[in-house]
């Protein structure tokens, strides 16, 4: 696998348990409200910076518009309903920080759970069709183009930065309720 796209695999996978934290956080609604909005503030933190400004920043800027390039019928189909996903995130987390800020937690626990599926979805057209379209019209030194650009922009955002939100993520796994 090119370097360039399993770096966007391997940001999915820690996207989704992210994903899968925020859904076992609702359990905590009603039994420790405090520790529901602390461990959702942290995911909507997570949310905002992992996964929309590196992750989908390196779709946006960089990959989406080299495929646009190869082929208009993209451009016009799966990656403007990609971006349209991108914006309805940032709308929906937005939502759910407004229900969080007003303790209106089960508000917040439904959008959670509408972002969370979307999200999922998202991932798994990306995975699925999107990133194996791209090994088809890109050539190898394309992809390792792409992913050099892929490295300097999180060199532009910070590395290391971009590393406390993978540790972020296993200490909030570790402190998940068990049921």
Partial sequence: MNN???MLFDEHEIITRAVEIA????SLIG???????????????FFRVYADQYHHHKEEEILFPEMAKKNELLAEGIINEMF??????????RDIELDLEQQ????????IDEYTEALLDHIAVENEELFQTAYGI?????????YYRFIDLDRELGETKKMEFTDLLKLLDKQQPVE
């Fill in 84 to 93: 349209d996903n991108h914006n309805y995130f940032r709308e929906l987390i």
């Fill in 31 to 45: 039994k420790n409200d405090e520790e529901y909005e602390i461990t959702i503030s942290e995911l909507i933190r």
């Fill in 104 to 111: 209106n937690y089960s508000e917040a626990s439904e959008k």
């Fill in 23 to 26: 859904k076992n956080a609702k």
């Fill in 138 to 146: 890109f050539t190898e030194d394309e992809l390792e183009n792409i």
């Fill in 4 to 6: 360039s796209l399993k």
